[in-house]
């Protein structure tokens, strides 16, 4: 996978993965698909193709990137906090006082945003028995020398801890967790050849329609690799 190139939303040049993006990430976000059972290649290709263009495959884990943390908090406050841009949307989802822009802006590969979602999110990763390490400490359900998993409190750990960020892509487009719009399987069919319409639909899951064929096009040449040889069915066969 790390050899493909593929474009960025803007511009006809075309971006080898393990240079431009990450290839640790890469290979967490193939882990996790493996552990949440996601066996059709199609499917693993559209969650590829999504962070690629969402996060630069790991290489932009928060909004403003390019800016220092500091400044794109500061962005982010400016958008999402309840006084911001998106004053009320933030109201609504969550984000009721001053700071909380800053704190729950998009982070991660795909950019969760809101500390409503960053709630329901420690609840499904929980739900789910997941658990992560961050600075010598193991989060989990609480028990058996866990502490309880809260991004709410450790917002940080989203960007920051890719192994939780890539458990967070795939069990959120999965369950289609991202726009309650329906996940994977709503759109991309478990036991068939995706086609190009189903891939442009599935960018409902994560953000309505916006970059809908930029995304499909880059998802229709990752998973030419994945289908080759049967590589991704076979994963599961070892």
């Given at each position: ?119 329901k999110m420690s609840q499904l990763l929980i739900q789910n028995g997941f658990q992560y390490s961050q600075d010598g400490v193991r989060y989990g359900n609480g028990q ?95």
């Amino acid at each position: 996978v790390g050899a493909i190139s593929l474009r960025m939303p803007k511009g006809a040049q075309k971006y080898q993965l393990s240079k431009h993006g990450d290839p640790k990430s890469i290979t967490l976000i193939l882990k996790h698909c493996k552990e949440m059972g996601i066996r059709s290649p199609d499917q693993v290709a559209y969650i590829l193709s999504t962070a690629w263009t969402e996060s630069k495959m790991g290489q932009w884990m928060t909004e403003s990137a390019w800016l220092s943390e500091k400044t794109a908090e500061r962005k982010g406050e400016d958008r999402y906090g309840p006084n911001g841009v998106f004053g009320q949307d933030a109201r609504d989802l969550g984000n009721t006082n001053p700071g909380d822009g800053a704190k729950y802006m998009g982070r991660g590969f795909v950019q969760l945003t809101w500390k409503n979602n960053y709630r329901k999110m420690s609840q499904l990763l929980i739900q789910n028995g997941f658990q992560y390490s961050q600075d010598g400490v193991r989060y989990g359900n609480g028990q058996n020398g866990t502490q309880k998993i809260d991004l709410v409190k450790n917002y940080r750990h989203v960007n920051k801890n890719k192994d939780l960020a890539a458990r967070i892509l795939v069990l959120g487009m999965d369950g289609g967790h991202y726009a309650n719009s329906g996940g994977l399987d709503s759109y991309i069919p478990e036991n068939q050849v995706a086609t190009q319409a189903h891939f442009e639909n599935a960018r409902r899951i994560v953000n309505g329609v916006d970059k809908k064929k930029h995304i499909a096009d880059n998802a229709q040449i990752i998973v030419k690799v994945l289908r080759a040889g049967n590589a991704w069915v076979n994963v599961f066969n070892k």
